[in-house]
T-cell receptor
Framework: AQKVTQAQTEISVVEKEDVTLDCVYE???????LFWYKQPPSGELVFLIR??????QNEISGRYSWNFQKSTSSFNFTITASQVVDSAVYFC?????????????FGKGNQVVVIP | GAGVSQSPRYKVAKRGQDVALRCDPI?????LFWYQQALGQGPEFLTY????????KSGLPSDRFFAERPEGSVSTLKIQRTQQEDSAVYLC???FGQGIYEQYFGPGTRLTVT
């Protein structure tokens, strides 16, 4: 069963538009961590954010913001005023304490294309 | 820079050949992970090391896959008798401690089995 679902496969936006990426996760663990990574065309995954299950506070970092809602098991990511450099695949990932290590379960990713 | 490095970046193997993929983690990072990423998919966990100990190998798809980290730093992922379904990008990641820390990924090795 897919633990992390990213339903939107490819999203195209015009530069300066906002784009929101949805992430829905599934776990029976009460302690878990959620992550977002960016994978530009070069291929290297870049860490964006980590959030633990006890901290539902939303976060903003520059043009990036994250909305964590345990009630709906969602951890959505918004890019405000998108730029061409934001074109990449974005992955949401889940780490569950039950494994005793930090193995990540990734979603299938959202391909974001920003059109100049 | 002092990031995670992997070699080779690209590897073409004929079906049945053995391959070895190398990962140099960030210096001092205790935890090391290997993932497999098929085209158009998210990375899938293969195995986990804490220092030199391989604590989780539940993601290795078959006994043809073998990983080691003998001195707790560099790691090698070996695939014996490669098959076409092994074609993928193999990603290595390291993190600072034993707990839940962000993982830093290398650029990956793209393996193509012909």
């Amino acid at each position: 069963a897919q633990k992390v679902t990213q339903a939107q496969t490819e999203i195209s936006v015009v530069e300066k538009e906002d784009v929101t990426l949805d992430c829905v996760y599934e776990t029976r663990d009460t302690t878990y961590y959620l992550f977002w990574y960016k994978q530009p065309p070069s291929g290297e995954l870049v860490f964006l954010i980590r959030r633990n299950s006890f901290d539902e506070q939303n976060e903003i970092s520059g043009r990036y913001s994250w909305n964590f809602q345990k009630s709906t098991s969602s951890f959505n990511f918004t890019i405000t005023a998108s730029q061409v450099v934001d074109s990449a695949v974005y992955f949401c990932a889940l780490s569950e304490a039950l494994y005793g290590n930090n193995r990540l379960a990734f979603g299938k990713g959202n391909q974001v294309v920003v059109i100049p | 820079g002092a990031g995670v490095s992997q070699s080779p970046r690209y590897k073409v193997a004929k079906r049945g050949q053995d391959v070895a993929l190398r990962c140099d983690p960030i210096s001092g990072h205790v935890s090391l992970f290997w993932y497999q990423q098929a085209l158009g998919q998210g990375p899938e966990f293969l195995t986990y090391f804490q220092n030199e100990a391989q604590l989780d190998k539940s993601g290795l798809p078959s006994d043809r896959f073998f990983a080691e980290r003998p001195e707790g730093s560099v790691s090698t992922l070996k695939i014996q008798r490669t098959q076409q379904e092994d074609s993928a990008v193999y990603l290595c990641a390291s993190s600072f401690g034993q707990g839940i820390y962000e993982q830093y990924f290398g650029p990956g090795t793209r393996l193509t089995v012909t």
